[in-house]
């Protein structure tokens, strides 16, 4: 039982680890000269520019900065209610609450995702506000570690449905 207690922890924290890279790094989207994630566009590595209002979707780069967050959140309050679970629970119970809580992480993360893959061809198309061809870029591993954050918060939740307490 500890192992399993113990893999739970660390697919936990290797989930949290995963959205907490792809939240922050700048690498969502990667060209020769480039890179940009939610929050700024560098040129090379020291010129960089945060995201603001003048870019034409700013509305969508928000609700994925919104959604990450959240889901970055979510994660972490579920592994606290989880750690308060393990030892307010009786034996036999499910941690269901950490599981919705997992869960409702790995939603935010999909939808976050979801909109920068719907939306990546308006957000990067040539205009004034790159200095730059940005649409000869291509994803980045922010990008990818987003989706595989999807994936273990999915799995992770998952198995905190599943999982009873026993001694």
Do not use: P
Not at 60 to 72: C, D, E, K, R
Not at 150 to 164: C, E, K, N, P
């Amino acid at each position: 039982m500890l192992i399993l207690l113990a893999f739970i922890i660390v697919f936990h924290i290797t989930s949290a680890a995963l959205l907490f890279i792809s939240t922050i790094d700048n690498a969502w989207w990667v060209g020769k000269d480039f890179s940009t994630d939610v929050w700024k566009i560098c040129t090379n590595i020291t010129n960089c520019t945060v995201i603001n209002e003048n870019l034409a979707e700013y509305q969508s780069i928000q609700a994925v900065q919104a959604t990450m967050i959240l889901s970055t959140i979510f994660c972490c309050v579920a592994f606290l209610v989880f750690i308060l679970q393990l030892f307010r629970l009786k034996q036999g119970e499910r941690f269901v609450l950490t599981s919705i809580i997992q869960l409702l992480s790995c939603l935010c993360v999909m939808i976050a995702a979801s909109i920068y893959t719907d939306r990546h061809e308006d957000l990067h198309k040539a205009d004034e506000y790159f200095q730059f061809n940005a649409a000869s870029g291509q994803y980045g591993y922010s990008f990818i570690l987003a989706w595989i954050a999807f994936a273990f918060t999915l799995i992770s939740g998952v198995m905190y449905l599943i999982l009873r307490k026993r001694k």
